[in-house]
């Protein structure tokens, strides 16, 4: 069974430049939910995809956005990077929506 | 009044003691609780999930829910160094609400030799 895989794992960007995160899901899994975290904070969430349809979103501007394969594997894509939005970005899958999320190891995100 | 509250410690014990890690939820209507840890620089990862009222077990784990009092904690067993690392609690409102996981902003637990 392979796990949630994440790229980059690094990143390094300057402010107004746009970027696009990738993620692979669990075998089996039709959900991906990604999350943004900042040092010292929780997981914020930025929005789920279930079966490649928008499945809620979290209180993030309308410069993230994203979508889902019909592989289930996603992206998550940021216009106009500013200062702020330099985190941990992480991509959980799981089997259905409202169930345990399982986490890739995360891109980590420098906005200079 | 945030979503789910966690204190962010640090919470310092020493080996071998019993660390209790506690969380706090503003829905009355949630349903299901997930107990993740995070080592620094690292994702979390699922540590324990419960969904009915009272104690669950796993190994050194033990995850308790009380609804009543809108509140899960987390004990840990004989708490070890490799123990160490930010544990950050997530709820799912469910049915009428969102199926969506809010995480708490976590606990930092120091396991001291």
């Known amino acids: 069974e392979t796990g949630v895989t994440q790229s980059p794992t690094h990143l390094i960007k300057t402010r107004g430049q746009q970027v696009t995160l990738r993620c692979s899901s669990q075998s089996g899994h039709n959900t991906v939910s990604w999350y943004q975290q900042a040092l010292g904070q929780g997981p914020q969430f930025i929005f789920q995809y279930y079966r490649e349809e928008e499945n809620g979103r979290g209180n993030f501007p309308p410069r993230f956005s994203g979508l889902q394969f019909p592989n289930y594997s996603s992206e998550l894509n940021v216009n106009a990077l500013e200062l702020d939005d330099s985190a941990l970005y992480l991509c959980?899958?799981?089997?259905?929506?409202?169930?345990?999320?399982?986490f890739g190891s995360g891109t980590q995100l420098s906005v200079l | 009044q945030k979503e789910v509250e966690q204190n962010s410690g640090p919470l310092s014990v020493p080996e071998g003691a019993i660390a209790s890690l506690n969380c706090t939820y503003s829905?009355?209507?949630?349903?299901?609780f997930f107990w993740y840890r995070q080592y620094s620089g690292k994702s979390p990862e699922l540590i324990m999930s419960i969904y009915s009222n009272g104690d669950k077990e796993d190994g050194r784990f033990t995850a308790q829910l009380n609804k009543a009092s809108q509140y899960v904690s987390l004990l840990i067993r004989d708490s070890q160094p490799s123990d160490s690392a930010t544990y950050l609690c997530?709820?799912?409102?469910?049915?009428?609400?969102?199926?969506?996981?809010?995480f708490g902003r976590g606990t930092s637990l120091i396991v001291h030799p």
């Open positions: 997530a709820v799912i409102k469910g049915p009428g609400g969102s199926y969506i996981p809010t």
């Open positions: 829905d009355r209507g949630s349903q299901s």
């Open positions: 959980a899958s799981s089997l259905e929506s409202g169930t345990e999320l399982f």
